[in-house]
């Protein structure tokens, strides 16, 4: 049993450049979402998703696409990385009100 | 949008002693989570509290759940230098998926 995982772990990418990050659970969760942390400021939301087929935004969604196409997989997308999205990138999944398990995360670098 | 403040932002302690924090928010919780996060790790889940006023132990860790539902605090008895890392606290409201999280206590013990 894998659990979340997100891949790539580390990424440097050259402004304006796309890429996707990867998150894949196996544990049938209902629920999927993307946080970023930067320092000072805890976790917060990007966009997340309610089951295959529905998303929404978070907190902070400008610059960044999803879709969830199967219960499993949950990518995020940036369009035209810009330094302001230099940050650590967590997936979390879960079954609801009964807490979240995160990726280990992917460490993202824009130059 | 939802802010949730937690204090204190960092503890420096010795082995052995308690440790106390805490999270207040501008509007109510339905769930209140305490995660735990280690160097290069992704957030790991301690304490889940579904309850106003609910009490919760999980060894040496016991967290409550306001009766306001607008704050939770969280206690470690007996700190051991393991304990060491990032504690956060998160809530959810009735939008499953969505989490919010407080800033984070960065917690180091000394032997």
């Known amino acids: 049993n894998a659990g979340v995982t997100q891949t790539p772990k580390f990424q440097v990418l050259k402004t304006g450049q796309s890429m996707t990050l990867q998150c894949a659970q196996d544990?049938?969760?209902?629920?999927m979402s993307w946080y970023r942390q930067d320092p000072g400021m805890g976790l917060r939301l990007i966009h997340y998703s309610v089951g295959a087929g529905i998303t929404d935004q978070g907190e902070v969604p400008n610059g960044y696409n999803v879709s969830r196409s199967t219960t499993e997989d949950f990518p995020l997308r940036l369009l035209s990385a810009a330094p302001s999205q230099t940050s650590v990138y967590f997936c979390a999944s879960g079954t609801g009100g009964y807490g979240y398990t995160f990726g280990s995360g992917t460490r993202l670098t824009v130059v | 949008g939802q802010q949730l403040n937690q204090s204190p932002q960092s503890m420096f302690i010795q082995e052995g002693e308690d440790v106390s924090m805490n999270c207040t928010s501008s509007s109510i919780f339905n769930t209140w989570l305490w995660y735990k996060q280690e160097p290069g790790e992704g957030p790991v889940l301690l304490i889940a509290l579904y309850k106003a006023g609910e009490l919760t132990s999980n060894g040496r860790l016991t967290a409550q759940f306001g009766i306001t539902r607008k704050d939770s605090f969280l206690n470690i008895s007996a700190s051991i230098p393991s304990d060491v890392g990032i504690y956060f606290c998160a809530g959810q409201d009735t939008s499953y998926g969505k989490l919010t999280f407080g800033q984070g206590t960065i917690l180091t013990v000394h032997p």
């Open positions: 544990m049938n969760h209902e629920y």
